[in-house]
């Protein structure tokens, strides 16, 4: 994946870098992060930013609450649902797609899942 690429609000595991040990100009960087959804902004907050008031922006708050799952739950709960999330917060039903408003990750997003 290439640099501009990297999430660097999900979780940091940690980074390896290798140096050619007969071309030391030629080397990699490896960070590690933990995969976590990519979410469509424009998308949420056009769908649930009616939710938002003054004492906290709704969507985030989804986001946040998406971000709880993790991989394998998230996938599991989605497949079982036929590509949505289907969620009640602070007594909103929400309905998520899988594709619309969010993937599961950066390879889901571009379609190497």
Do not use: W
Request: glycine share 6%; with cysteine; proline share 3%.
């Amino acid at each position: 994946m290439e640099h501009s690429n990297r999430d660097t609000t999900a979780p940091f595991v940690g980074e390896t870098e290798f140096v050619d040990p007969d071309d030391s100009s030629e080397h990699v960087k490896i960070y590690i992060h933990m995969a976590q959804p990519v979410f469509h902004d424009e998308r949420l907050q056009a769908d649930f930013g009616q939710h938002n008031n003054e004492q906290r922006n709704f969507v985030t708050v989804l986001k946040s609450c998406v971000k709880q799952y993790n991989q394998a739950e998230l996938q599991k709960r989605v497949k079982e649902a036929n590509g949505a999330l289907n969620l009640k917060l602070d007594g909103v039903d929400v309905v998520l797609q899988r594709g619309t408003h969010f993937h599961f990750n950066r390879k889901d997003e571009k379609g190497l899942f």
